[in-house]
């Protein structure tokens, strides 16, 4: 009897690890999507991103950061922003060697697919040049991932820019994150581009002055050189993002005069408004974003501004 129960168990034991087996093999491996390794920097905030495969919904990402000999796991995260991406909430502020990979699971997490290849990257620092701002500065919107190089403003800036940008932020939140996300890669010369979603959101223009000059006074504190971007404008006739009904292009304009006043700003408005002010349609797909049109505008000024700002950093 003994004998039979024992074959018994181990007979469940096989069949439970042939089904676990199968499991995992019912859908080939996930291609990675996300660009991170052509680019000159590791965003703070980066966006995972895969060819997603039919019949699936669900996916993992798991970052492992290497230590040694040793491989830790340094983030594990889901799907929940879209079918095909997940952006990390957490900063990446530790200096190190990673990698992430991808997998398909079922609703509860189990696996359903192998790990994609490993994707490595680097986290470092310091950094001569950094961006501060929202997704416009983040790169990105709802029609491709903002891991991909069609996606950045960076991709068409000769001049090495570490991007800090967090979709949604306002310049309260840029001031709030200043210490923990600016301040690990001390650089010298830092990119404002914040106010797009106080502005949007029916805040008047000088409440973001005074989120903005606490930002300027931050970085003089830090031997920092601020440079203050212009705030981009909207397309109201084909926004798909919130707009307050209130008189947000008057306030956006009486910012900009304030950002144009300070001694290192730039403004790019004049080549993507059309002759109304706003965004022109050719340059976003949903009234706020910049396409990849917009975004080589906004990078080859950008870099042209940087180059002959501060020649005496690109030596």
């Known amino acids: ?55 699936t919904k669900f996916y993992e990402v798991q970052v492992i950061r290497q230590e040694g000999h040793k491989e830790i796991v340094y983030r594990d995260l ?16 530790e200096v190190g060697n990673y990698y992430w990979q991808v997998r398909v699971t079922d609703k509860s997490g189990n696996p359903l ?8 990257f680097k986290v470092t620092a310091p950094t001569t040049f950094a961006a501060l701002g929202d997704s416009i500065t983040h790169g990105g919107a709802s029609f491709i991932p903002a891991g991909q190089l069609s996606c950045q403003w960076e991709t068409f800036c000769d001049v090495p820019v570490k991007n ?14 200043f210490d923990r996300d600016v301040l690990p890669f001390r650089p010298k010369v830092l990119l404002i581009l914040g106010g797009v979603n106080d502005i949007r959101g029916g805040k008047k223009a000088e409440e973001v002055i005074k989120n903005l000059t606490a930002i300027n006074e931050k970085c003089l504190a830090n031997d920092i050189t601020p440079v203050f971007v212009a705030v981009t404008s909207m397309n109201p006739k084909i926004i798909k993002a919130y707009l307050t009904d209130g008189d947000w292009q008057r306030e956006r304009v009486k910012l900009n005069l304030w950002i144009n006043e300070n001694s290192y700003s730039l403004d790019f408005n004049e080549l993507l408004n059309d002759s109304d002010g706003y965004l022109k349609v050719e340059y976003t797909p949903d009234g706020l974003h910049p396409n990849l049109r917009g975004k080589r505008i906004m990078g080859e000024v950008i870099n042209e501004y940087l180059q002959e700002a501060f020649p005496e950093l690109l030596q």
């Not at 052509?38 to 995972?48: G, N, S």
């Not at 929940?80 to 502020?93: C, G, H, I, N």
């Not at 697919?113 to 490595?120: L, Q, R």
């Open 1 to 55: 009897m003994r004998y039979t129960f024992l074959n018994i168990f181990i007979s469940c034991l096989l069949m439970l690890m042939i089904n676990i087996a199968e499991a995992e093999e019912q859908f080939r491996a996930p291609i990675p999507s996300a660009e991170f390794e052509y680019m000159e920097y590791f965003p703070l905030y980066p966006t995972y991103s895969w060819q997603p495969i039919a019949n």
């Open 78 to 93: 889901t799907n929940t922003e879209a079918l095909d991406r997940v952006t990390d909430s957490k900063p990446f502020t």
């Open 113 to 120: 697919s192998p790990w994609s290849i490993k994707k490595y």
């Open 164 to 177: 800090l940008g967090r979709s949604g932020d306002t310049t309260e939140m840029m001031l709030e994150r």
